[in-house]
C-alpha cells in the first residue's frame, strides 16, 4: 500500500510535467524578481528625495499595491482589462506585470528604509569630501543601505516564490496545480498519493528558496568582516 | 495636513477606478447585442470566426476526476472533455483546452478567453444573467448513503434518526425545509461528515449524489439507498451571453447525438469505471436535452 502512492510520481509524464510546472514558477519569480530589484532601488531612491509631488505619487502606488490582494490585482490585469479597455494579454504576461509592479512597491519601500537609515552625517561627510551626488551614492550610500536591505529582501524574493502559486486563477499552469491535477487523477485508485505529491512539492520549493538563504548568509558573513 | 490630503486623493482614485469599471461592464452589456464580428474588442468569437480559425477554445476543470482532469499523459481527459472532443469534431474544427476554476469560470466566458464552458457547470438563474446556458446534459440530486445494516431507501425511514449533512449545502437546506423531524447532524468539512457515518454518530449521510456514489463504491459496508432526492439540478455547457449562433448549434448537437446515445457511451467511458454497477446511468444522464424526472 505505502509504495502505491510515490508509484504515481514516476507514472507516464507525471514527473516531468510537476519539474515543468516548476519551470513555470521559477521562469516567473527569476524574471519579476530581479525586475523588482532594479525598479525598487530605483523608486526607493525617488522616495527619499523630499520633492512634494514624487512624494505623494510614489506613496499612493505603494498604498494602493499594499491595500489590494495580490488575487484582485491579478483579475484586474487579466480579467479588467480585456473588459474595460479590451487588452488582451497572455496570462503569463499578466502575472510578470502585476508580480513586478508589487516587488518595484515593496522593494521601494525597503530600500527606502534602508536609505533612511544611514546615517546623516555620513551623507554630509560625502559631500564635505567633494563627492558628486552619484560618486555619494555609489561608494557611501548604497553599499552600507545593501547590507540592511539583504534580510528583508530575501524574505520579499522568497514570499513571491510563494504567492506565484495564484496564478493558476488567470490560467497559468504552475508547479501547485499540476501537483493537484496528478492527485486529483489518481484519486480513486491511488488515494495515498495525495501525500507523496504534496512532499515532492515541498521539496521543490525548499530547493527554489534555499539557494536565496544561502547567498543572503553568505553575503552576510562576508561584509561582517 | 499632508495627511488628510492624501487620504483625499486616494478616496478620488478608488472612486474614478470604480467609475471606469463600473463603466466598462455598462459599455460591454450595451454593444454585445450587436457584435458579432468583434474586432479585438471584449466580445465573443461568432460560428464563423471559430470555424476559421480552425480551433474552438473549450474551459474545462483539470483536476476534478473524473468530469475534467488531466490523465499521466498530460491530456485532458473525463466526462466533460469526452463532450468537449465531440463537439469541436462537429464543428469540424480543432479542440483547445483551457483549465478553469469555479471562481473564475464566468468571467473567463465574459472576457471571450474561451468559446465554451464545460466545467460542470450547474445551471442556476443568477449565472443564467451572465452566460448563456446550452441544453443540460447532465444532472445531479441529493444521494444518501447509510450503512448496509439498517439500510435508508426512503426518506421517509429518517423520521426521528439522525442524518448527517455538511455545512451550507443543498442536502441542509433541503432536509430542513422538507423533513423538519430528521435531526441533522451538522459539520463544516466533508471529511468530517464521512468520518461521522464511519463512526456511527448519525444513521445516514446526504450531500450530491455523484459525491457519495463514488464514497460508497471505495467504503465496503456501505451503500447509497436513495440515489436520486429533492430538487434536480441541471449541469449544461455555457457560452458568451447573447453568443445565439453557438449556443443553437451546441444544443442542435445535443439533440442530434440523442439518437446514438451519445451520452450514455460518454459515462461507460468516463464515469461507469468510477461508479460501477451501483448506480444507474439515467441517475446522472441527460440525453437530448430533456430531464426525465
Known amino acids: 500500500m505505502q509504495d502505491l502512492g510515490i508509484r504515481v510520481l514516476f507514472e507516464g509524464e507525471n514527473g516531468i510535467r510537476l519539474l515543468l510546472g516548476l519551470l513555470v514558477t521559477i521562469k516567473l519569480s527569476v524574471i519579476t524578481i530581479i525586475a523588482s530589484c532594479i525598479l525598487g532601488t530605483i523608486m526607493g531612491m525617488l522616495m527619499t528625495l523630499r520633492h512634494p509631488a514624487v512624494h505623494f505619487i510614489t506613496r499612493i502606488y505603494l498604498e494602493f499595491i499594499r491595500i489590494m490582494p495580490q488575487l484582485v490585482l491579478l483579475f484586474i490585469a487579466y ?46 561627510s560625502g559631500a564635505a569630501l567633494g563627492f558628486s551626488k552619484i560618486q555619494l551614492y555609489r561608494f557611501i550610500i548604497l553599499p552600507q543601505a545593501l547590507r540592511r536591505l539583504i534580510p528583508p529582501a530575501m524574505n520579499l524574493a522568497t514570499r513571491m516564490i510563494m504567492t506565484t502559486s495564484l496564478v493558476v486563477l488567470i490560467g497559468v499552469v504552475e508547479m501547485l496545480k499540476v501537483g ?5 487523477a489518481n484519486r480513486y485508485t491511488a488515494p495515498t498519493a495525495a501525500l507523496w505529491i504534496y512532499g515532492a512539492i515541498f521539496f521543490l520549493y525548499f530547493f527554489s528558496c534555499w539557494p536565496l538563504t544561502l547567498a543572503a548568509n553568505c553575503l552576510e558573513k562576508r561584509w561582517k568582516e | 495636513m499632508r495627511i488628510r490630503k492624501l487620504y483625499l486623493l486616494l478616496a478620488a482614485l478608488a472612486i474614478i477606478a470604480a467609475a471606469v469599471f463600473a463603466g466598462g461592464c455598462k459599455n460591454e452589456a450595451a454593444t454585445d447585442s450587436q457584435q458579432s464580428t468583434g474586432s479585438g474588442e471584449t466580445a465573443f468569437r461568432s460560428l464563423d470566426e471559430i470555424k476559421k480559425s480552425g ?47 469555479p471562481a473564475n469560470r464566468v468571467e473567463y466566458l465574459k472576457t471571450g478567453k474561451v468559446d465554451i464552458i464545460l466545467a460542470n457547470f450547474t445551471v442556476t438563474p443568477e449565472r443564467a444573467e451572465q ?82 456514489l463514488a464514497w460508497a463504491l471505495k467504503n465496503k459496508g456501505f451503500t447509497v439507498g436513495i440515489t436520486s432526492l429533492g430538487d434536480t439540478d441541471t449541469i449544461a455547457a455555457a457560452v458568451h451571453k447573447g453568443n445565439k449562433e453557438l449556443l443553437d448549434f451546441i444544443n442542435d448537437d445535443i439533440k442530434k447525438l440523442a439518437g446514438e446515445n451519445f451520452f450514455h ?29
Open chain 1, 79 to 124: 480579467f479588467g482589462l480585456t473588459r474595460a479597455a479590451g487588452i488582451n494579454l497572455s496570462g503569463f504576461t499578466a502575472a510578470v506585470i502585476v508580480f513586478i509592479l508589487w516587488g518595484t512597491a515593496e522593494m521601494g519601500d525597503l530600500v527606502r528604509s534602508a536609505l533612511i537609515s544611514i546615517p546623516r552625517n555620513q551623507y554630509e
Open chain 1, 180 to 184: 493537484q491535477q496528478i492527485i486529483e
Open chain 2, 55 to 101: 480551433e474552438v477554445i473549450v474551459g474545462v476543470f483539470s483536476d476534478k476526476a473524473p468530469f475534467g482532469y488531466i490523465d499521466k499523459e498530460g491530456n485532458y481527459q473525463g466526462y466533460d472533455v469526452y463532450f468537449g472532443n465531440r463537439l469541436a469534431k462537429d464543428l469540424g474544427v480543432k479542440v483547445k483546452y483551457v483549465s478553469v476554476e
Open chain 2, 131 to 212: 452566460v448563456d446556458f446550452a441544453l443540460p446534459y447532465m444532472k445531479v440530486a441529493l444521494g444518501v448513503v447509510s450503512p448496509d445494516g439498517a439500510l435508508i431507501t426512503s426518506p421517509d425511514q429518517l423520521k426521528g434518526k439522525t442524518l448527517i449533512v455538511a455545512k451550507g449545502t443543498t442536502a441542509e437546506t433541503y432536509f430542513t425545509k422538507h423533513y423538519p423531524d430528521v435531526n441533522l447532524l451538522k459539520f463544516d468539512q466533508y471529511t468530517e461528515t464521512y468520518n461521522a457515518l464511519v463512526d456511527g454518530r448519525g444513521d445516514a449521510f446526504s450531500t450530491d449524489n455523484t459525491e457519495v
Open chain 2, 265 to 293: 457511451k460518454d459515462y461507460e467511458e468516463t464515469l461507469a469505471p468510477v461508479y460501477g454497477t451501483a448506480v444507474s446511468p439515467d441517475d446522472l444522464v441527460v440525453e437530448g436535452g430533456e430531464v426525465k424526472k
